[in-house]
């Protein structure tokens, strides 16, 4: 029995909700051996009582065979109030709001390519178009891809005297990424723990100003990142976006199990990717057909739209000139952002009520 040993072991047990491990998140403390025994330190943010409790038990099922016995392995778990208090203005219990930013609402996917950032995009831009003050951070540290969605890749944020980091604006939009420090071609190499400042300096360090919604694009799956965000941040909602396929819903759910773990609204699914139109207006359901419908009712949440696969939306988003932009008299996919954007402001002043 060796420390690496025992280390490996605990990389089986996730944290409750999420994919990752305790290792990879750096919750493991430390690790010794005394002769025939073990003993772990563990350290949480959490104000859920179950979530400990999980980890505890999860840490054990790992390591009293490899140790010979549950009474030969300590665990210690020490349980920390999360950043902020119950008091935080505008916020929740553990979470803390951004100053001058009245609403924030997460677009979340639990798999890749479902075209989240895209939905991100034309919905920042239809609720600006509604006289909203609006903000978009591309939270996806690895593969951002705002900057080129809204033309404005070749630009790089000043400082104020603050020393914060001033967004870049455009198209009325107020917006951060990765993709305005980076150069096209250069990868973001960083684990955990650098990931999640970036992370915090990107909404806590830009000089948002004052905002109606600032919209997070978050990236795929439910990593150390999401983490960061719904732990610490007072969301207002998420918006769950998935193509109508199985292979997609089957990851979408894991990340609405994640908000629902730390007590966040879904405020609706958007289903991309609905269908390819030609023939005369015939209907081609490439990925499927009512994946997205039929979980919303399940869970029962909006649908908030279903976009169809359109290959001006793509060519607009490589343009730097979203769909959204062109109004919906003129493009269907550009009224169904506008419908999903009218739907996220009601729910969101029913949440005022």
């Known amino acids: 029995m060796t420390e690496d040993a025992i280390r490996t072991a605990l990389s089986s047990v996730s944290y409750p909700g999420f994919s990752r491990d305790i290792v990879s998140f750096g919750l493991v403390r430390s690790v010794s051996i005394q002769g025939d025994s073990v003993r772990v330190e563990i350290q949480v943010q959490t104000r859920d009582p179950k979530i400990p409790d999980k980890i505890f038990k999860d840490c054990h099922a790992a390591l009293d065979q490899l140790a010979g016995g549950a009474e030969k392995v300590q ?89 914060r980091i001033i967004p870049i604006e455009a198209h009325g939009i107020k917006l951060m990424s990765m993709g305005f420090i980076l150069g096209d071609n250069s990868p973001v190499i960083v684990r955990g723990p650098l990931a999640t400042r970036y992370t915090q300096q990107f909404l806590k360090e830009v000089a948002w100003g004052e905002l109606d919604v600032l919209i997070l694009d978050l990236p795929p799956g439910t990593g150390d990142i999401q983490l960061t965000i719904v732990q610490t941040l007072a969301l207002d909602g998420a918006v769950i976006v998935t193509t109508p396929q199985e292979v997609a819903l089957i990851d979408a759910r894991k990340a609405i199990s994640m908000f629902a773990k730390v007590n966040v609204r879904i405020l609706g699914i958007i289903e991309n990717m609905s269908w390819f139109e030609c023939d005369q207006g015939k209907r081609y359901y490439l990925f499927g057909e009512n994946g997205g419908r039929l979980e919303a009712e399940r869970l029962g949440v909006p649908l908030l739209a279903e976009i169809p696969i359109d290959p001006e939306t793509r060519l607009r988003c490589d343009q730097g000139q979203p769909i959204a932009l062109a109004g919906p008299a003129e493009s269907h996919v550009a009224k169904a952002f506008y419908k999903a954007s009218q739907s996220l402001l009601v729910q969101t002043k029913q949440m005022e009520a």
């Open 75 to 163: 665990i210690s778990i020490d349980v920390q109030d999360p950043p902020g208090s119950a008091n935080t203005p505008g916020g929740v219990a553990g979470k803390q709001s951004i100053p001058g930013v009245k609403k924030i609402i997460a677009v979340a996917s639990g798999k890749g390519g479902v075209g989240k950032s895209t939905v991100s995009s034309n919905l920042a831009i239809t609720l600006a178009k509604q006289g909203l003050k609006v903000g978009l951070c591309d939270c996806d540290l690895y593969g951002p891809s705002i900057a080129l969605m809204f033309g404005v890749a070749d630009q790089q944020p000043m400082a104020d005297s603050q020393e």
